[in-house]
Structures are given as C-alpha cells and as structure tokens.
C-alpha cells in the first residue's frame, strides 16, 4: 500500500511540473503571437492590394508586351515552397501543411512526381525533417529563414524562386502554408505563386486601365519582382504568426488536461490513503482484541 501512495504521489509531481512548463510555454507563445499578429496586420492590406494590381497589369498587358513572370507552359518541372515552422509542440499544425503538401502533389502533379520533377523548398526544420523522410526531393537551402525572419532572406528565396522560373528550371512554383485568422484559426493554403494568376474575366468585370510611367515595359521590370517578394514574405509572417496561435492554444488545452490528470490522481491518492489507514486501524484493533482474549 505504501508503494502504491508513493508511486501516485511521483505521478502528481510530474504532472505539476510539466504543468509549469506547459503554461510558461503558453505565456511566451501569448508574447509572441501579439508582435507576429501585428506585422501580419499590418502587412496583409498592403500585399493584396498589390496582388491585385499585379494581376490586373498581367491581364491588361497580355497579347500586348512578353512577361517572363507571367508566360503559362506545359507544366513538366513543378517547384513547391513549404512554409513550416522549426520547432514542434504546436498541435497539428506541422502535420496539416505537409498534409496539404502531400495532397497537393498527389492531386495536380502525380504524373510530374512519378518522373521524378516535382521538387519542394522548405521554409522551416519540420518540413523539411518530414518530407525528406517520406522520400520528396527537397531543398534545405532555405529552411533556416525563421531564424532570422527578415525581408531580405525572404526576398532572396524569393529571387531563386523567379530566377529558377525565368531560366524554365521550374513550370511553375506554388506556396503551401497557412493564413492566420486568430489566435486558435488558421487556414491551410496552396497558392499559385509562378507563373503569375491572372484576374478571372466575367461578363461584367472591367479591366483597369493603367497609365504606365516611365515605359510599360520598364516598369513591369521594375516592379513584378517587388511585389512577387512582398507577396512570399507576407505567406511568411502568415506562418509566423500562425505558429504561435497554434502552439499558445495547444500549450493551454495541454494545461486544461494537466488540471484535469490532477484531479484524478488526487482522488485515487486520497482513497489509496483512506484504504491503508482503514487497514492499519483493523490491524490495531484486531491485535487489541487478541490480547484481551
């Protein structure tokens, strides 16, 4: 009886302490989510009124000058850019963007990865760990960006990404990785990113009608590249942010069943303790009784 008190009581210690742990995980994912959300939120306007106007210009200049960016080919080499996070403990996010990834390629480009011409860049250590294990064909140039998030070491994937795509390496390029909604909602996705979309026609829609200064061709040069890098570092600090949602929530359901392991083992240890205080008592009374006999 005694070692079973000791052994529950080794079982409240470790959950206490792994309590600790999971909600001063929770307290720093919190600190960082709000300075992630806030770059995010900030970004986010910018990048799809950009989007916009990129593809407005692809679709208002087609037929009229050659875009490199925007010239649509037989899709025989397909690059995929997976956007993970480096650590783990964030429930299912990891698993549902190389899920994501997985499927995509399973779905759109089966015939590409049967020949062997489907190949993905990882942003992110789990991504990576992961999708070499399954026996993808990646590329760890990129995967320590979170290391140092900045615009720059994002704008230099992004430049490999479009000059790999000019040179006809790749046929197209598609981001995989997750929009942030709130602290426990992110939205898993598979954008196109090469060649660049362009605004869907319909019978009502009206193209924009742009005054191009200087030259047209000029500035497209000029400006596609911006805007293809804002675009992947917005993707990024989508993630980022992503991240830290995912894992602050799941460091405090974590918590919550801490809380509810405890009450549990509390019980079985104060009954365990009634149960050998109710033996001592008979034994007690029954060697009285023995005596007095």
Same mark, same amino acid.
């Given at each position: 009886m005694a070692g079973q008190l000791k052994e529950v009581r080794n079982r409240i210690k470790s959950v206490q302490s792994t309590q600790q742990i999971t909600k001063a995980m929770k307290m720093v994912s919190a600190a960082k989510l709000r300075r992630a959300q806030d770059?995010?939120?900030? %970004?986010?306007?910018?990048?799809? &009124?950009?989007? @916009? %106007?990129? /593809? +407005?210009?692809? /679709? #208002? #200049? !087609?037929?009229? *000058? /050659?875009i490199k960016l925007a010239e649509t080919r037989t899709v025989e080499n397909v690059l995929l850019i997976v956007i993970t996070s480096d650590r783990g403990l964030c429930g299912g996010y990891n698993a549902n963007l190389i899920k994501l990834a997985k499927s995509t390629i399973a779905e759109k480009y089966s015939s590409q990865f049967n020949k062997g011409n489907v190949t993905i860049w990882n942003i992110g250590k789990k991504g990576y760990e992961s999708l070499t294990k399954a026996g993808y064909t990646t590329d760890a140039t990129f995967k320590d960006i979170f290391l140092q998030l900045s615009f720059e070491n994002v704008q230099a994937a992004a430049a490999a990404a479009m000059k790999a795509f000019e040179d006809k390496t790749f046929d197209a390029v598609e981001v995989i990785y997750s @929009?942030? &909604? +709130?602290?426990? /909602?992110? !939205?898993? &996705?598979? @954008?196109?990113? *090469?060649?660049?979309p362009k605004v869907k026609s319909t019978g009502t829609a009206k193209k924009s009608d742009f005054i191009f200064e200087p030259a047209k061709e000029e500035l497209i040069a000029e400006l596609m590249p911006k805007i293809l890098n804002t675009q992947l570092f917005k993707a990024v600090l989508d993630c980022n942010a992503s991240e830290h949602g995912a894992r602050m929530t799941a460091m405090d359901k974590a918590s919550e069943n801490a809380n509810e392991l405890l009450k549990s083992l509390k019980i079985s240890y104060n009954r365990a303790r009634q149960a050998a205080i109710t033996t001592e008592l008979t034994e007690i009374v029954s060697g009285a009784a023995a005596l007095q006999g």
């Open positions: 770059a995010i939120t900030q %970004m986010r306007p910018y990048a799809q &009124k950009l989007q @916009e %106007m990129l /593809s +407005n210009i692809v /679709s #208002t #200049t !087609e037929g009229d *000058l /050659s @929009e942030f &909604k +709130n602290a426990a /909602s992110q !939205e898993f &996705k598979a @954008e196109a990113f *090469l060649p660049i």
